[in-house]
T-cell receptor
């Protein structure tokens, strides 16, 4: 079945530095979703990308979907302590089955 | 607006006991998902329902696990008998037309 691999598994940055997490698949994806989970919390839906080459922004967050629809990235500019958490990508396997990547855990040194 | 509501938030039980986790999805959402999260295995999809009908239960670990959705506003995940390896956070999520999943706060299960 469809699997998505996320890298890196962990990332520690200084506050103010940028952060990027990558999501890769060996097969073409119909869409990709991104979620954020704060420590001790639950995953929260951030965004969905559908089109090849799509780029969407949410304030300091930039989401990209690759031209071949096999990879995606989430970039945070000038991280803040509120960005701490685990970022997951998720892809559809079939019509509705959403499979999550392993996540990238972001920690920030204030 | 009320989000996805799960109960109990925490459950500590002894091996062999029956565990029932409950979920109320967001009103109007037509799909409901049960996920399990552990450090080792991450977020695993156990089962999902569409319009109250189970569509894919291939993620249910074994026959000890069962899930029901008797109506559009309620679902249960039951483990009988429970084992220590079932210890995890169990999340329920609902969605409408694949436009993102809305998760509940989870039920943290500890089986001693």
């Amino acid at each position: 079945g469809q699997q998505v691999m996320q890298i890196p598994q962990y990332q520690h940055v200084q506050e103010g530095e940028d952060f990027t997490t990558y999501c890769n698949s060996s097969t073409t994806l119909s869409n990709i979703q991104w979620y954020k989970q704060r420590p001790g919390g639950h995953p929260v839906f951030l965004i969905q990308l559908v089109k090849s080459g799509e780029v969407k922004k949410q304030k300091r967050l930039t989401f990209q979907f690759g031209e071949a629809k096999k990879n995606s990235s989430l970039h945070i500019t000038a991280t803040q302590t509120t960005d701490v958490g685990t970022y997951f990508c998720a892809a559809l396997q079939g019509a509705q089955k959403l499979v999550f990547g392993q996540g990238t855990r972001l920690t920030i040194n204030p | 607006d009320a989000g996805v509501i799960q109960s109990p938030r925490h459950e500590v039980t002894e091996m062999g006991q029956e565990v029932t986790l409950r979920c109320k999805p967001i009103s109007g959402h037509n799909s409901l998902f049960w996920y399990r999260q552990t450090m080792m295995r991450g977020l695993e999809l156990l089962i999902y329902f569409n319009n109250n009908v189970p569509i894919d239960d291939s993620g249910m670990p074994e026959d000890r696990f069962s899930a029901k959705m008797p109506n559009a506003s309620f679902s249960t995940l039951k483990i009988q008998p429970s084992e220590p390896r079932d210890s995890a956070v169990y999340f329920c999520a609902s969605s409408l037309a694949n436009n993102g999943l809305f998760f509940g706060e989870g039920s943290r299960l500890t089986v001693l």
